[in-house]
């Protein structure tokens, strides 16, 4: 079992995090993670000029393991403008 801690990044800011989670392993802390992510989708896509949402999961000792991001990204065609 390890203590995994989640930092999030949203149109609010950067939400440091201060609490930890334990879990049995990193795989079901990845999870939890990317629940996370698509919770934060759900409750609101990113807006410019902040066009990404994202959970980096940190270990024990708040280290970076891995960052799940969501980018929404615009592709005008046929000359448009958006």
């Known amino acids: ?7 999030i990044q949203d149109q609010d800011g ?3 995090p201060d609490r930890g989670f334990d879990f049995e392993n ?3 802390a990845k ?3 990317k629940t996370l992510l698509a919770e934060m989708a759900i409750d609101g896509l990113p807006n410019e ?3 990404t949402i994202s959970v980096e999961l940190q ?3 708040r280290v970076p393991i891995v960052t799940f ?8 065609h046929g000359g448009q403008e958006l």
């Open 1 to 7: 079992m390890g203590r995994f801690y989640f930092k």
């Open 49 to 51: 000029p902040i066009d």
């Open 14 to 16: 950067v939400l440091q």
């Open 26 to 28: 990193l795989d079901e």
């Open 31 to 33: 999870g939890e993670a």
């Open 69 to 76: 991001r969501l980018v929404l990204e615009a592709i005008p």
């Open 59 to 61: 270990d024990a000792n």
